[in-house]
């Protein structure tokens, strides 16, 4: 069974400070890795995914991505955030289907919580 | 387009009382999820259907859960003599095909009272 960590569970930063949450996972094969936001009183929404190739990530926003093998890491980024960042990130992962699919569930880290002041 | 809806959005019910959750996926979604995500355990995978069966109901907590999926498109997920450890948000997601990408609904806050 694959597992996620997520080493900060709060965070508060300035607006326009740079941004890195961590997450780690544990599985023995080949993973899909994601990241999503939650922001006050809404659903989930996908930020970025990596299920293959070139290891850097951008998604929506200005967030990107590193997926580094030999770490099994997968870290955020935002190089300069805003007040509309404040909301909870999930790292997530589920176990790479090579015939296309992510059929399992997501296993998700327990979150954390970023808030950004004005 | 639509996203994936659930009702209700709020539920309130005395504890060993039975509750049904409803999830409607995105229309041509094949693959449906329910997770839940409570303030000690984080979100956990419940159950996962990929038409109308369910592969993978590894997540299920106990035999009081229990869902499942008609037509290959809404899913209940029901609660028999629920606890107050059941009170939590319920989410749905649903994935179309190949796709390892999962859409997620509003979720049903579930209160047990």
């Known amino acids: 069974a694959q597992s996620v960590s997520q080493h900060n569970h709060h965070v508060i930063l300035s607006e326009a400070a740079s941004l890195e949450l961590g997450c780690n996972y544990s599985?023995?094969?080949?993973?899909?890795l994601f990241w999503y936001v939650q922001y006050p009183g809404q659903h989930l929404q996908l930020l970025l995914k990596?299920?293959?190739?070139?290891?850097l990530v951008k998604g929506i926003k200005g967030f990107e991505a590193e997926f580094i093998k030999s770490k099994f890491s997968f870290n955020l980024r935002k190089p300069s955030v805003q007040w509309s960042d404040t909301a909870e990130y999930f790292c997530?992962?589920?176990?790479?289907?090579?015939?296309?699919?992510?059929?399992?569930?997501?296993?998700f880290g327990k979150g954390t919580h970023l808030i950004i002041q004005p | 387009g639509a996203g994936v809806s659930q009702s209700p959005s709020n539920k309130v019910t005395e504890k060993g009382k039975d509750v049904e959750l409803r999830c409607d996926p995105i229309?041509?979604?094949?693959?449906l999820y329910w997770y839940r995500q409570s303030l000690g355990q984080g979100l956990e995978f419940l159950i996962y259907?990929?038409?109308?069966?369910?592969?993978?109901k590894s997540g299920l907590p106990s035999d009081r859960f229990s869902a499942e999926r008609t037509g290959g498109s809404v899913s209940t997920l029901t609660i028999q003599r629920t606890q107050q450890e059941d009170s939590a948000v319920y989410l749905c997601?649903?994935?179309?095909?190949?796709?390892?990408?999962?859409?997620f609904g509003p979720g049903t806050r579930l209160t047990v009272l």
């Open positions: 997601a649903s994935r179309q095909g190949l796709s390892n990408e999962q859409f």
């Open positions: 599985y023995g094969g080949t993973v899909n």
């Open positions: 990596y299920f293959s190739g070139d290891p």
């Open positions: 997530a992962v589920n176990p790479y289907m090579y015939s296309g699919g992510g059929a399992d569930g997501l296993t």
């Open positions: 229309s041509g979604h094949t693959a």
């Open positions: 259907f990929q038409g109308n069966s369910a592969p993978d």
